[in-house]
């Protein structure tokens, strides 16, 4: 049996297990013991897994998982949850480079429990009659509806990830509601094939499509089930975004010790 130390965090309700696993300690982690780490009766209980990975040419890499055990698309929440990981256990001075698998991402901590992580440009949004689809590091299809509680997250977003287009790859389905100045998003994440309390590439996607006409920097409030998120960033065309920043909170949980 191996001893795993571990630490929870969650951002927004978006729940992860983190090692640090920068001597390569946990390299031996099979699929199936992600999955078993993230069963949420019988392991530890979580959204997804990251490893906290040394490199050469950042602060750090990050790896991530699926609950479904494996290894995943780029997860905004999660880069923020592990940035104020990697921030806690003394890496950088507040302001971090890292690469993951969409790419280099940087990130900002303001205080020791918000973090602001920037995203990938966007140069592409499909525009259907009713929906958007679009990349932020990880696909996402965006639906704008009258009544977001009412929505049947799960069963209309699991037709939606199961479709003859999306079925294969699958994809993120984000059901959003316009209120005040912002949105209230509701997502549906491949993976973890449920709906999570929170979903940064999908908020991000659901602000981006929110976005006005105008080519200008904004910002947006985002409400999730899990507690607010805000996304900046500059509309430079009419499909093309950059310069996007998702912010929020990244709290650690607890941490602890478990054998696999």
């Known amino acids: 049996m191996n001893k795993i130390h571990f630490y929870k965090y969650q ?17 031996w982690l099979t699929d199936e ?10 392991g530890i209980g979580a959204d997804g897994l990251m490893l906290l990975n040394k490199s050469e040419d950042y602060d750090f890499a990050m790896k991530y998982y699926n ?67 679009l990349n932020t590091g990880s696909p996402h299809f965006v639906k704008f509806v009258e009544d977001v509680q009412a929505v049947d997250v799960f069963n209309e977003g699991r037709g939606i990830r ?31 094939e449920d709906e999570t309390y929170s979903c940064g590439t999908g908020v991000t996607a659901a602000a981006l499509t929110f976005a006005g006409t105008e080519t200008k920097e904004y910002t947006v409030p985002v409400q999730t089930l899990g507690g607010q998120l805000e ?12 310069n996007i920043w998702l912010c929020g909170p990244a709290t650690l949980v607890f941490e602890g010790e478990i054998s696999k």
């Open 162 to 192: 199961y479709n003859d287009r999306f079925a294969a790859a699958g994809t993120n389905v984000n059901f959003v509601q316009k209120f005040e100045s912002g949105i209230f998003v509701r997502t549906y994440e491949r993976g973890v």
């Open 33 to 42: 013991q992600v999955n078993e780490l993230c069963d949420r009766r019988f």
């Open 231 to 242: 996304v900046r960033f500059t509309k430079t065309g009419e499909r093309t975004f950059e």
């Open 67 to 133: 609950a479904d055990g494996r290894e995943g698309t780029m997860c905004g929440n999660g880069g923020r949850c592990l940035a104020a990981f990697a921030h806690k256990m003394g890496v950088g001075d507040g302001n971090l480079y890292f690469i993951a698998v969409d790419g280099e991402h940087q990130a900002t901590m303001d205080g020791n429990n918000w973090v602001n992580l920037k995203m990938q440009d966007v140069d592409d949004v499909e525009h259907g009659p009713l929906y958007y689809y």
């Open 11 to 27: 951002g927004t309700g978006n729940d992860f297990v983190i090692m640090d696993n920068r001597d390569g300690q946990y390299d």
